[in-house]
């Protein structure tokens, strides 16, 4: 599986990745899966992978010998579907050639075109939700016996915190697990709350349990996934919204996002701990205040803010102004010197105007992320925005746009990682250095790729690396020793 670097931060899209599993388990049939999209699609994958090992399914990362090809996809932005059509095409030629091979569409762009993806694409067999894999089982059996299948019904609970992930192509440092799932926020833009639905936690002991388990194993760094992880609330089960309908006791008991972070923390000293992604207006001091108590909660908050005009905000449906994102950074300036920050922003939203753009790059200027992933508008069907908004930015436009703010984020980049020249930053080493088989890459507590000479030292190792050079996303060093805090 392929995580997507913070160096690549002028893409404009995140791409696909195959999953493989070694064939350890006496399964005759072969499962291919990509994955597209966010970590969160990629942890679903693990899911469905789990799943369908127990239905006699090895993976393989070999197209051509796949009994069953699944396609785990994104909607976030008309480039990510575009890039599944097109992997479909490629799909539809190997099908010509193994026609017993079945094709099925997973996660947000099936739940969001549900059905009438078979009518769209006549490759395609199955269409699955991302809340329905359990079922995966019965819409098997289904296109075997030559019918289509379809499951896009939506859960009012956490769907998958009784199946253990397969972690599929992993390093064997570091791993995702899922806290929630679906948003209640309804950003003008997104397709999130339409495609997975309303906010449900998941039972904090099964995280427990989960982490536990990675540490057994050997896993030095887990990440806590979420649409919008601050919103983590537990009081038994069931959606967020219907919290105020809990009994006193539910209350009295339950679990928000910082008591989870310390949980999580305490259960695991010496593991890494970090989490994504945030929502300014749902971050809370207590989720600031807990990652400066405990040392190994990752000093590192991926912060969207998609805008930095208030009027755009507003037409967005962020729940938060201008002067309220520069009173969180200064609180988490405050309270975590050393913390990285990084973004998500849009360029050319609907009415966007020059003195809008101008706000984004002041907001940039103040914040000075450490990264970010930013993107032209692209309408999704179905979003408020596209329903009522006119996509009145001409293309050249949003492109210098986008332009500019990546230029800007990239002299930013450059500045914090000028920050760290001559400290000494405890890495952990997570593979080779992509560029030289003669060095590791890890990443620091702040999130930032640290690139060293391998000498004696092996993956998995937390290590003290001096910082010698830098480029705009990466750290240049040498290992001084192992580190004394592990």
């Known amino acids: 599986m392929k995580n997507h670097s913070v160096e690549k931060i002028i893409e404009e899209d995140r791409q696909g990745a195959t999953l493989t599993l070694d064939a350890n388990i006496s399964n005759s049939r072969k499962l291919y899966i990509e994955s597209y999209g966010c970590q969160m699609n990629f942890s679903d994958s693990e899911i469905v992978a ?15 010998e796949a009994d069953l090809v699944l396609v785990n996809t994104c909607s976030i932005r008309e480039k990510a579907e575009q890039t599944v059509r097109k992997r479909l095409e490629k799909f539809n030629a190997v099908k010509k050639v193994n026609p017993g091979m079945k094709v099925g569409v997973l996660g947000c762009m099936a739940e969001r075109l549900k059905s009438k993806f078979l009518e769209e694409e006549k490759i395609v067999d199955m269409v699955v939700g991302p809340d329905a894999y359990k079922d995966l089982p019965n819409l098997i059996q289904e296109i075997d016996e030559g019918r289509n299948a379809v499951n896009v019904i939506l859960s009012k609970d956490e769907t998958y915190g009784d199946v253990a992930p397969v972690r599929l192509n992993s390093n064997g440092v570091t791993a995702f697990v899922s806290i929630t799932r679906g948003c209640d926020n309804m950003c003008t833009f997104c397709v999130v709350p339409f495609t997975r639905g309303r906010e449900r936690s998941r039972d904090p002991r099964s995280i427990i349990d989960e982490v536990n388990d990675l540490w057994e194993k050997g896993f030095k760094e887990i990440t806590l996934l979420g649409q919008n992880v601050d919103s983590y609330l537990w ?181 914090r990682t000028q920050q760290h020249l001559g400290k000494v930053e405890e890495v952990l080493i997570e593979g080779p250095s992509k560029k030289s088989n003669a060095h590791w890459m890890g990443r620091n507590s702040q999130n930032t790729v640290v690139v060293f000479p391998k000498e004696n030292y092996a993956i998995g190792d937390f290590v003290n690396v001096r910082i010698n050079d830098c480029t705009s996303a990466t750290l240049l060093g040498e290992a001084v020793g192992l580190s004394d805090a592990r």
């Open 50 to 64: 789990s799943i369908l090992a127990k239905e006699g399914f090895n993976t393989t990362n070999e197209l051509t």
């Open 235 to 415: 009081y038994g089960g069931g959606l967020k919204k219907d919290y105020e309908k809990a009994t006193e006791m539910q209350r009295a008991t339950s679990v928000n996002f910082a008591k989870l972070l310390e949980l999580v923390a305490l259960a695991q000293p010496k593991m890494r701990i970090r989490f994504s992604t945030s929502n300014p207006q749902d971050m809370t001091l207590d989720v600031i205040e807990t990652m400066a108590k405990y040392p190994n909660i990752c000093n590192y908050i991926h912060l969207p803010v998609q805008s930095g005009s208030n009027r755009i905000l507003k037409a967005m449906n962020r729940l938060h102004t201008r002067e309220e994102y520069f009173e969180l950074i200064d609180n988490i300036r405050r309270i975590i010197p050393d913390c990285a920050i990084s973004q998500d922003m849009i360029a050319g939203f609907p009415t966007e105007n020059e003195e809008d753009h101008q706000d984004t790059l002041s907001l940039m200027e103040y914040v000075k992320y450490d990264f970010g992933f930013m993107f032209a508008y692209s309408e999704r069907p179905g979003t408020l925005a596209a329903r009522k908004m006119e996509d009145d930015i001409p293309e050249e436009t949003k492109k210098r746009r986008l332009r500019e703010i990546i230029d800007l984020q990239q002299k930013h980049g450059l500045f």
